[in-house]
């Protein structure tokens, strides 16, 4: 089970962290990804962090803002969000692959989903 939490309403320029806790799993082997998905668009990948956390990957429109990183002591994953945009406004979805499929930038990719956080920034 993955359960988001750290979405809110914040402006412009403002920053959010979002937490995915992970439980029911006693290893650590597995990739996870971070996707938003807004109003009348498709889930679109944000970010991904591989199993040991030695690698994360960012999709263009976030690069340099936002931060995924793990705590496989705690089973959770983070996104520090930064220098927030309106048109980062979408439910924030994190996912798990134990697979460790390369393909990280695809949802299909991913087994198991969050329930998802809504974040929404205003200008």
């Known amino acids: 089970q993955l359960v988001e939490s750290g979405g809110g309403l914040v402006q412009a320029g403002d920053s959010l962290k979002l937490s995915c806790t992970i439980s029911?799993?006693?290893?650590?082997?597995?990739?996870m990804g971070w996707f938003r998905q807004a109003p009348g668009k498709g889930r679109e990948f944000v970010a991904s962090?591989?199993?040991?956390?030695?690698?994360?990957f960012y999709e263009d429109s976030v690069k340099g803002r936002f931060t995924c990183s793990r705590d496989n002591a705690k089973n959770t994953v983070y996104l520090q969000m930064n220098s927030l945009k309106p048109e980062d406004t979408a439910v924030y979805y994190c996912?798990?692959?134990?697979?460790?499929?390369?393909?990280?930038?695809?949802?299909?990719?991913?087994?198991?989903w969050g329930q998802g956080t809504q974040v929404t920034v205003s200008s």
């Open positions: 996912a798990q692959d134990p697979t460790l499929n390369l393909r990280m930038r695809v949802p299909e990719t991913y087994q198991y």
């Open positions: 029911g799993r006693t290893s650590d082997n597995y990739n």
């Open positions: 962090i591989t199993w040991r956390g030695g690698a994360d």
